[in-house]
């Protein structure tokens, strides 16, 4: 297998753990998908074309839904499916935050900087140091979120497919 190269600023275990962040995310948003059409009760097979161009927030809110009507008919699985809602949100902002931010490198410090430039309302520009061990957590945590959701989805007989397990 040939091993890609090029003059970026990252450290191959920052690029294999930015990595992982992206492939676990694909991983939770795929059980988003797989839940909505199961939970409308659509073929799984249609459903994912229903499904995939869906963006995040709209994928959101239909899942709350399910979880806001589980609430009101008194079962307290609502709040926990809510509260899983909440841990994805976090993990698609900390994905967004690698996926797409700017690395730079002063070719001394080992590790990269992060360069994020946000527009709302004002002109911000924010940079700050990704330590391999800051990586580590978040990557951690996007796993940890995506498995807490497919066992609950799981208890419901949901996203039960041969294929549905869990990374490694």
């Known amino acids: 297998m040939t091993k890609f190269s090029t003059d970026h600023p990252l450290p191959p275990r920052h690029l294999e753990l930015i990595g992982e962040i992206a492939v ?93 430039v946000r527009l709302k309302g004002k002109l911000q520009i924010v940079e700050e140091a990704i330590t391999v061990a800051t990586l580590e957590a978040d990557s951690d945590r996007l796993y940890e979120a995506g498995d807490r959701f497919l066992a609950f989805l799981q208890r419901f007989d949901l996203c039960i497919g041969p294929s549905r397990k869990t990374p490694t």
């Open 24 to 116: 676990q995310w694909s991983f939770i948003e795929f059980l988003m998908l797989e839940a909505i059409s199961e939970i409308t009760e659509v073929d799984p097979t249609k459903g994912i074309f229903l499904t995939t161009n869906l963006g995040y927030q709209s994928r959101l809110s239909l899942l709350q839904v399910y979880g806001n009507s589980l609430k009101e008919k008194g079962m307290p699985e609502g709040a926990e499916f809510l509260k899983l809602l909440e841990a994805l949100s976090q993990s698609y902002g900390i994905r967004n935050k690698y996926v797409h931010s700017h690395y730079l490198s002063n070719g001394i410090a080992s590790d990269p900087t992060l360069s994020n």
